[in-house]
């Protein structure tokens, strides 16, 4: 598994060898579920399986044992067991460890701090206002889409109501056109009668043309 090649922190070599130091480096059952079950660590629980734990304690005792062999032990650490040895070098890798990490949280605060300072000095200002210019811009941009097709979408609305009245005329306009056209006058029996009355009324008028 990729979790067995996986680098180990300072943290955890430490915590592996002061496990090893309790349980003894034959008990990795319990040495893995203390690890597992540690508050410290936010491993995949899978992790700290027993082949693992015991091949990073195995490499972390050869590495030991090299320096031991490069240089020149007092006679106080010679009588010391390989584990706590390598519990008291992790121990102090931990310290430079945290050491830095306070470090790096020291000057982070420190750079806050100036930055406030020059925040009330006014130095900031123009920087500030640029940056609540280009928040604004792109707070703009992100609601355009939006407004805009809003916008057309009430234009158009608005354009088909004004082209209804114009529609509703045009239609009344062309049926009075052609009510008009096809009117013609009736046909009845009182019409009829007046036309004979007027024919009659010419033919007294010219009784010598109705000779002829």
């Not at 805009?148 to 609305?157: F, G, H, I, L, P």
């Amino acid at each position: 598994m990729s979790t067995t090649t996986a680098e180990w922190t300072v943290l955890e070599k430490l915590l592996l060898a002061q496990a090893v130091y309790k349980f003894g480096e034959d008990n990795w059952f319990q040495i893995a579920r203390n690890l597992k079950q540690h508050s410290m660590l936010d491993r995949q629980p899978d992790f700290f399986n027993q082949k693992n734990c015991s091949l990073q304690y195995y490499l972390l005792i050869e590495s030991l044992e090299t320096e031991k062999r490069q240089a020149k032990a007092n006679a106080s650490a010679q009588d010391m067991p390989p584990v706590v040895k390598l519990a008291k070098q992790l121990y102090i890798q931990r310290i430079d460890e945290l050491k830095q990490a306070i470090k790096v949280d020291d000057e982070k605060f420190l750079k806050l701090i100036a930055e406030i300072d020059e925040i009330r000095a006014g130095k900031w200002d123009s920087k500030l206002a640029e940056q609540i210019k280009t928040a604004s811009i792109e707070e703009n941009d992100s609601t355009t889409p939006t407004s805009t097709t809003e916008q057309r979408k009430q234009e158009q609305e608005q354009l088909a109501n004004e082209k209804q009245p114009e529609k509703i005329r045009e239609k009344s306009s062309q049926e009075a056109s052609t009510s008009t056209t096809t009117t013609t006058l009736p046909s009845s029996p009182t019409n009829t009668a007046i036309v004979t009355d007027v024919q009659q009324q010419d033919t007294q008028m010219n009784p010598e043309e109705t000779r002829n």
